[in-house]
Each structure stands twice: as C-alpha cells, then as structure tokens.
C-alpha cells in the first residue's frame, strides 16, 4: 500500500547514483525484494515507471529479485525457510518455525530488502 | 559510449531501521518509554490512549504523537488533557515512518515526559514494516472487524509486543467470537500478551493500564 513512496525513494536513489556517474541514461536497476514486505512488486514496478517517465530512468528495465525469507535460530540452525510450505504471507506467519528444531520463533535474518542491489548506466564517452 | 554497473546498495526499509534506532537511542537515554499504537481505523486507538491520560496522568509525564493523514481532530482530543500533543499529518501516506517521529521528537519536552503514546495512521499493513524507534508495539483491533481481521493480518501480530481485542462489549451484536481473535493472535505470535477490553463496561481497562506501568517503571 505504500508502494509510490517506496518508489519514489528508489528513483531518487537512481537518478542521483546515475547523474553522479555522468549517466546519460539508466539502462537497467536491480532490486532486492524482500517476501516478507508488504510490498506488491507488479504496483511497485507500476509506480516506478509512471514516476521515471521524462527522465534517465524512462527506459530502464528493473530487475526484480525475490528474496526468500531466512531464520537463525538458537538451535545452531541458519538458512532459507522451505518456500514449499509457505505460499502466502499469512501461511508463514502461522506456521513459521526452525526447521531445525521446531521452535516457533527463530529470529527471521532476512525477507524484509528493499534494495537497490546496483544499477546499469549508459555513458557518453568510454572510461 | 559505453555502460557501466554501479553498485548502490540503499535498502529503503534499512534507511528507516537506522533512524529508528536513533529515536529509540534518544528516548532510551531519556528515559521515555514509546508505545506505537497501531490499528485500523475506528479500532479504539485513540480512546484507549485517551483513557491511559486520564488514568496515569498524574503519575507519569506523558506526550502524545498523533497520526493522521489529515485533519487535527485525533490530537484536538488529547490536546483537552493538558499534555504536550504534536500532529503528525501524513498527507498521502499510511503510516508514520521513523523520519516523521525524529522530527516530531524534535517539538516534544522530551526531557520532562516518562510516556510518549505515537499513535500510528489507521491500517494493520503498512505500519508493520516501518518501526519508529519505539519501546512497545501494540496493535489494537476492536470485534467489529470481524473474528478473521488477526489472521488476514498476520505480519503485525508476529511483530507486536501487545495485542488487544477491543469493544468486546459488542461481540454479541456483530456475532463475533472474540476469544478466536485472541487465540489467533496467540498462534502467529506465542510471546505477545493479549487482552481483551471494552469501554463501556470497563473490561481489560485495568489490564491495559498496568500494562504501561510495568512498561514505564521498567524503563526508569
């Protein structure tokens, strides 16, 4: 529900970050997205793209990467919770649990990115 | 001409936990206690803020941030108890961020509270990914909701250090179970307390109360 802020913030990222650069255009942002955001990629992506129209990122393609949610958990066990058993958001916050141990609630380590991993710039002359 | 690949590395949700963690630093070293009341919209948010003033008023220094997206009249209604209120509108947003708070911490006598109540914009979604630097998290949901408003919100609850049922007084009349929403609530999160409340008939009011005392007096 917050998806044009958060895409605002993106783009501001990416203008500043290609116009630092000398960019004369942005040719492709790859972005972290977290499972566990409340983040819709498809009205993310439409957010963007309404937002870069007119300007550097007009044409960029976007990346989108999914980030599958991760537990460490006191048990010694870390890593990427099965996404066979957690199709929606709401299916992980009942069921979530160690796959080690069984223990209710590991401490989740990652699934909330929203990142802006890195960019690819056009440039006017060779470096 | 040529292109290049620029790594950027900016996490927006990062950018938010980082200044959430100075507010909480800041208030932590003051020594006042932040409760981020969340919930939908007409959940009880205010009144139950406004009964915590008027309870525990006297005892504690306490402020309050009200989010709206506009309009005064959530803080108009603290401002009546004579306590330091800053209004928080966020225009088209729905939800307060960590930024938002800084500010507003800036206009508060933060030096003379022992309470702050940050009561958030009405919505279970969006909050849940934005924390402000606060001590507690409470989300408050009230029976008119209906039984199944914890589950199809799961993410706040896993989240939250309070979960209250509120205007059980109700349940009856909207035919709702209001003993599911506390078993839900317990289900996706087994550490958070739950308590069921009610206005009217007074009903949990002492649970909520000392609940920010306990709170409060751990902090002092």
């Given at each position: 529900m917050h998806e044009y802020s958060v895409a605002m913030e993106i783009y501001e990222v990416v203008l500043k970050t290609a116009m630092k650069n000398d960019a004369?255009?942005?040719?492709s942002v790859d972005l972290e997205l977290g499972?566990?955001?409340?983040?819709?990629p498809e009205q993310l992506v439409f957010c963007l793209e309404s937002i870069a129209k007119?300007?550097?990122?007009?044409?960029a393609t976007l990346n989108l990467i999914g980030i599958p949610p991760k537990v460490k958990c006191k048990c010694g066990y870390e890593g990427v919770l099965d996404a066979k058993r957690y199709h929606t958001i709401s299916d992980l916050a009942f069921n979530?649990?160690?796959?080690?141990?069984?223990?209710?609630v590991p401490k989740l380590t990652s699934g909330k990115e929203i990142n802006v991993r890195n960019i690819k710039i056009e440039l006017d002359e060779d470096v | 001409m040529c292109e290049i690949s620029v790594e950027v590395g900016h996490d927006v949700l990062k950018a938010n936990e980082e200044c959430a963690l100075r507010n909480h630093h800041l208030l932590e070293y003051l020594g006042v206690t932040a409760f981020n009341v969340m919930g939908a919209i007409g959940s009880g948010k205010t009144t139950l803020i406004e009964l915590a003033i008027d309870r525990i008023g006297e005892k504690y220094h306490i402020g309050v941030i009200a989010g709206d997206i506009v309009a005064d009249i959530d803080a108009d209604r603290f401002r009546r108890y004579d306590v330091p209120v800053i209004s928080m509108n966020?225009?088209?947003?729905?939800h307060l961020d960590a930024h938002l708070i800084e500010h507003a911490l800036e206009q508060l006598p933060l030096d003379d509270l022992d309470i702050l109540f940050i009561e958030n914009?009405?919505?279970?979604?969006?909050?849940?990914?934005?924390?402000?630097?606060?001590s507690k998290r409470v989300v408050i949901v009230s029976v008119s909701e209906g039984d199944d408003i914890v589950r199809k919100h799961p993410m706040i609850f896993k989240t939250c250090d309070l979960a209250i049922v509120n205007k059980v007084d109700i349940a009856g009349a909207v035919d709702v179970d209001a003993d599911k929403m506390v078993d839900d609530a317990l289900r996706i999160n087994p550490h958070v307390k739950v308590m069921k409340t009610s206005?009217?008939?007074?009903?949990?009011i002492d649970d909520w109360i000392k609940f920010i005392e306990v709170s409060t007096d751990a902090h002092r």
């Amino acid at each position: 529900m917050h998806e044009y802020s958060v895409a605002m913030e993106i783009y501001e990222v990416v203008l500043k970050t290609a116009m630092k650069n000398d960019a004369t255009k942005v040719i492709s942002v790859d972005l972290e997205l977290g499972e566990l955001t409340h983040i819709n990629p498809e009205q993310l992506v439409f957010c963007l793209e309404s937002i870069a129209k007119g300007s550097l990122m007009e044409d960029a393609t976007l990346n989108l990467i999914g980030i599958p949610p991760k537990v460490k958990c006191k048990c010694g066990y870390e890593g990427v919770l099965d996404a066979k058993r957690y199709h929606t958001i709401s299916d992980l916050a009942f069921n979530l649990s160690c796959p080690g141990c069984g223990n209710p609630v590991p401490k989740l380590t990652s699934g909330k990115e929203i990142n802006v991993r890195n960019i690819k710039i056009e440039l006017d002359e060779d470096v | 001409m040529c292109e290049i690949s620029v790594e950027v590395g900016h996490d927006v949700l990062k950018a938010n936990e980082e200044c959430a963690l100075r507010n909480h630093h800041l208030l932590e070293y003051l020594g006042v206690t932040a409760f981020n009341v969340m919930g939908a919209i007409g959940s009880g948010k205010t009144t139950l803020i406004e009964l915590a003033i008027d309870r525990i008023g006297e005892k504690y220094h306490i402020g309050v941030i009200a989010g709206d997206i506009v309009a005064d009249i959530d803080a108009d209604r603290f401002r009546r108890y004579d306590v330091p209120v800053i209004s928080m509108n966020t225009g088209k947003e729905c939800h307060l961020d960590a930024h938002l708070i800084e500010h507003a911490l800036e206009q508060l006598p933060l030096d003379d509270l022992d309470i702050l109540f940050i009561e958030n914009v009405g919505n279970l979604i969006c909050p849940t990914d934005y924390s402000l630097g606060e001590s507690k998290r409470v989300v408050i949901v009230s029976v008119s909701e209906g039984d199944d408003i914890v589950r199809k919100h799961p993410m706040i609850f896993k989240t939250c250090d309070l979960a209250i049922v509120n205007k059980v007084d109700i349940a009856g009349a909207v035919d709702v179970d209001a003993d599911k929403m506390v078993d839900d609530a317990l289900r996706i999160n087994p550490h958070v307390k739950v308590m069921k409340t009610s206005k009217k008939t007074g009903e949990g009011i002492d649970d909520w109360i000392k609940f920010i005392e306990v709170s409060t007096d751990a902090h002092r």
